[in-house]
């Protein structure tokens, strides 16, 4: 009986010295959650001044672009977390292991875009009255497709993507464009009102805008690297000739 009840004291306090040392182990994971979390809220902030200040300087949507890239580059470094601390406290033997934090890198869908073409759904309900290549009515030709919508008319995301932009642009008026990895962006032109955020990850069909006012139109465009092609190419063939689905 001496020997059990001195094995039980013994096991009582292995059991302490665990229980102390996961305390100890949650105290310092949420102590770095914490700090990582503040420093992402001001990266998030530094990130939106710095879109805000490229679209007041950009002159083209491809000038938009080329400065949307160098801000992921720059940006996207600073977002990498601290190196874990040499004082942490190691798991004990029977728990898991602390999981690492990933590093923070540009974004990548589940399916590369590239595979998607013929396939995606059009971001909107409505008439195509403007196609690639044809005359645009205010000059120039368009680099998209022209859909006319009805006032109120939700916007969804054609392919899962990260929100690069999403705000007012002089020149075209409201504008999203969705990171959709491989050097490819969906530019979503004329949109009323946002229901995204700029940093946030949308899936493919997720509502992003809302149309205003009657007459609205929408314009799609599909850029590689800046480069503008022919969306027709990439909508299914599913997706009427009126846009609709």
Same mark, same amino acid.
């Given at each position: 009986m001496r020997e059990a009840l001195e094995k039980e004291r013994a096991d009582f306090e %292995?059991? /302490?010295?665990?229980?102390?040392?996961? %305390?100890?182990?949650?105290?310092?994971?949420?102590?770095?959650?914490?700090q990582e979390r503040r420093t992402a809220e001001r990266l998030a902030k530094a990130a939106q001044s710095e879109t805000a200040a490229l679209a007041a300087r950009a002159d083209t949507l491809r000038g938009v672009l080329n400065r949307l890239e160098k801000l992921s580059r720059v940006v996207a470094p600073r977002r990498k977390p601290p190196p874990p601390s040499p004082n942490r406290i190691a798991a004990p033997r029977d728990g898991p292991p602390a999981a690492a934090t990933p590093r923070r890198e540009a974004f990548r869908p589940a399916t590369a875009f590239a595979s998607a073409r013929g396939a995606l759904r059009s971001p909107i309900a409505g008439n195509v009255i403007g196609r690639f290549g044809a005359p645009r009515p205010e000059g120039g030709?368009?680099?998209? @497709? %022209?859909?006319?919508? #009805?006032?109120?008319?939700?916007?969804?995301?054609?392919?899962? #993507? /990260?929100?690069?932009?999403?705000?007012?642009?002089?020149?075209?008026? /409201? @504008?999203?464009?969705?990171?959709?990895?491989?050097?490819?962006h969906i530019l979503l032109i004329g949109v009323g009102a946002f229901l995204?955020?700029?940093?946030?990850?949308?899936?493919? #069909?997720?509502?992003?805008?809302?149309? /205003? #006012?009657?007459?609205?139109?929408?314009?799609?465009?599909?850029r590689k690297n800046g480069d503008p092609v022919n969306p027709s190419l990439w909508l299914s063939e599913n997706a009427g000739p009126d846009g609709s689905s």
């Amino acid at each position: 009986m001496r020997e059990a009840l001195e094995k039980e004291r013994a096991d009582f306090e %292995r059991t /302490n010295e665990d229980v102390a040392q996961r %305390r100890a182990l949650l105290a310092d994971l949420l102590k770095e959650k914490q700090q990582e979390r503040r420093t992402a809220e001001r990266l998030a902030k530094a990130a939106q001044s710095e879109t805000a200040a490229l679209a007041a300087r950009a002159d083209t949507l491809r000038g938009v672009l080329n400065r949307l890239e160098k801000l992921s580059r720059v940006v996207a470094p600073r977002r990498k977390p601290p190196p874990p601390s040499p004082n942490r406290i190691a798991a004990p033997r029977d728990g898991p292991p602390a999981a690492a934090t990933p590093r923070r890198e540009a974004f990548r869908p589940a399916t590369a875009f590239a595979s998607a073409r013929g396939a995606l759904r059009s971001p909107i309900a409505g008439n195509v009255i403007g196609r690639f290549g044809a005359p645009r009515p205010e000059g120039g030709k368009f680099e998209g @497709l %022209r859909f006319a919508a #009805g006032s109120g008319a939700i916007v969804t995301a054609p392919f899962e #993507g /990260n929100v690069s932009f999403a705000r007012q642009w002089g020149r075209v008026g /409201n @504008l999203i464009v969705l990171d959709v990895g491989g050097g490819y962006h969906i530019l979503l032109i004329g949109v009323g009102a946002f229901l995204v955020e700029e940093g946030q990850t949308v899936k493919a #069909g997720e509502p992003v805008a809302a149309m /205003n #006012g009657a007459g609205a139109e929408l314009d799609l465009e599909i850029r590689k690297n800046g480069d503008p092609v022919n969306p027709s190419l990439w909508l299914s063939e599913n997706a009427g000739p009126d846009g609709s689905s």
